[in-house]
């Protein structure tokens, strides 16, 4: 029996996950899951990678690409969830802060320097055309260290997942004063390059493993009232995020849409050049396509 550390956010996204654990599928298989919830989320999850602390994380997109451009040894292994990720921006329900146009200049509470709460803060300021500066942000951490910040105005915005704070909107803790897509596929599934190197037939069965199962939830008719009674999500809620989930089901990566990502995160200000694919992914299962042409606007 093989032990294998997997980390992710103590979220609905990683439902599948859980379900695979306790319906054994893993263990028929020789591997054993020590599951690590991280509610620091994606920043925490890279740093746990570096650090030996996770074998695999089921992380952002964006925060695993930073990460690795910046000397992580590790790799991303296939996406986890094709659908974007719907990112509400949040104050405090006191707060006089109403539109988005009122944003510059204000704090963000962020939980970690390279998490998504962080660089979807660029997104946003890219979108709506003003900037963000190292000084607007503040670390909390976590949710909990989000709403102590906002509650005590050491930060006045809060971004992060909306179906997960939504409940701190409906006890009238937090307002939501808009919303920011992510504009590539939002979760994927990174291995360190230890792991990869020294068990790299377990990893390939895992993932064989992980999306079986995450077929099975999506045909599932009673997945929105298993997530209502694990998140605390609203059963309304859970039918909403549900049928805008669309799970990646397997490994293969083609190379236009990971440059394609990369040229976006380019665009916004998330790396500063472009790395090469072979740095990035686990190269088994990146796929060759076709010519890439750039989107408008990029020389």
């Avoid at 539109?99 to 510059?104: G, L």
């Avoid at 976590?142 to 701190?168: M, S, V």
């Avoid at 230890?194 to 199962?213: D, G, K, P, V, Y």
Wanted: charge should be negative.
């Amino acid at each position: 029996m093989i032990h294998v550390r997997v980390g992710g956010v103590p979220e609905h996204f990683n439902l599948a996950w859980h379900l695979a654990i306790e319906n054994g599928e893993f263990k028929r298989n020789g591997i054993h899951i020590d599951w690590v919830d991280v509610p620091g989320g994606t920043g925490a999850m890279c740093k746990a990678l570096r650090n030996d602390e996770l074998d695999i994380a089921i992380a952002l997109t964006e925060g695993v690409v930073k990460d690795i451009t910046l000397g992580s040894p590790s790799k991303i292994i296939q996406f986890y969830v094709n659908s974007p990720l719907h990112w509400g921006i949040f104050v405090n329900a006191k707060s006089d802060i109403t539109r988005i146009e009122e944003m510059p200049g204000l704090k963000y509470a962020i939980s970690r320097y390279g998490s998504g709460s962080h660089l979807m803060s660029y997104v946003n300021a890219s979108n709506h055309n003003f900037t963000v500066k190292h000084e607007d942000f503040v670390l909390v951490q976590d949710i909990n260290g989000a709403r102590k910040a906002l509650a005590e105005n050491e930060a006045q915005l809060f971004l992060w997942e909306k179906y997960t704070t939504k409940p701190f909107v409906d006890n009238g803790e937090f307002r939501m004063i808009g919303e920011c897509s992510t504009p590539w596929p939002c979760f994927v599934v990174a291995a360190s390059d230890r792991f990869i190197e020294t068990h790299e037939s377990a990893l390939r069965l895992i993932m064989q493993i992980m999306n079986s199962s995450c077929v099975s939830l999506k045909k599932n008719t009673n997945a929105p009232e298993l997530i209502v009674q694990r998140y605390d999500i609203k059963y309304n809620d859970a039918v909403s995020w549900f049928r805008e989930l669309e799970y990646a089901y397997q490994p293969e990566m083609e190379e236009a849409d990971l440059r394609l990502i990369l040229w976006r995160l380019l665009k916004f200000k998330i790396i500063d050049s472009l790395p090469d694919l072979h740095t990035l992914i686990y190269e088994r299962h990146l796929e060759p396509t076709g010519s890439f042409i750039p989107e408008e606007g990029f020389q």
